[in-house]
C-alpha cells in the first residue's frame, strides 16, 4: 500500500473474514501488519474459522468466547508485553453484565461505548487465569471448536 497508489484505502485495519465467494481473509494495515498481538490474536482467529462445533459460532451468546480466545492466544505468546490488565477495566466497569456479553446480544438499553465493547477481550484474562494459574491444560480452551460441541461455550 502506497499512499493512494493502489486499490487499497488509507486506514485499513486488521480483521479476519469471508469474501463474496465464500473464502477466508486476513487483513493487515499498516501499522499493524508488524505488531505481533495483533498477528497472534488474528492468526488464532484463522484457526476458529474451521471449527466444527456449533455452540462456538461468532455470534450471539458464544460470540465473547471466540474474541476472549483469540486474545488469551495474544496473552499467552506475548506476556510480558500485553496490555490486557488496561481492558479489565472494562470487567469492573460493568460487573453485573453475563459473561457472554458480546457485540450484538446485549439489551436494547445497553449503551454502545468502549466498556461493552472491549468486554468480549478483557474475558481472556478468565481463560488466562485458567490456564496459567489454575493450571487447566491449555488445549482445553481450543479444543472445544473441533468437538463438535452443540453447547455454548460457558456451559
Not at 465467494?21 to 484463522?46: A, C, K, Q, R, S
Not at 481463560?127 to 482445553?140: G, H, P, Q, V, W
Amino acid at each position: 500500500h502506497h499512499g493512494g497508489e493502489d486499490m487499497f484505502p488509507e486506514g485499513w485495519g486488521v480483521g479476519q473474514g469471508t469474501d463474496g465467494y465464500g473464502n477466508p481473509f486476513l487483513t493487515f494495515g499498516p501499522p499493524y501488519h508488524i505488531d505481533l498481538g495483533f498477528l497472534d490474536h488474528e492468526g488464532f482467529h484463522v484457526f476458529q474459522y474451521s471449527a466444527n462445533s456449533p455452540g462456538f459460532v461468532y455470534s450471539g451468546d458464544s460470540q465473547w468466547y471466540i474474541e476472549a480466545t483469540a486474545n488469551w492466544f495474544d496473552n499467552y505468546r506475548n506476556y510480558k508485553n500485553t496490555d490486557e490488565g488496561f481492558h479489565c477495566g472494562a470487567i469492573e466497569a460493568i460487573p453485573h453484565q453475563a459473561l457472554w456479553h458480546s457485540f450484538d446480544n446485549g439489551a436494547p438499553s445497553d449503551p454502545i461505548n468502549w466498556s461493552t465493547g472491549i468486554r468480549q477481550y478483557a474475558m481472556s484474562v478468565l481463560l488466562f487465569y485458567m490456564t496459567e494459574i489454575a493450571k487447566i491444560d491449555r488445549s482445553a480452551i481450543a479444543s472445544g471448536f473441533y468437538d463438535a460441541i452443540t453447547d455454548l461455550p460457558q456451559m
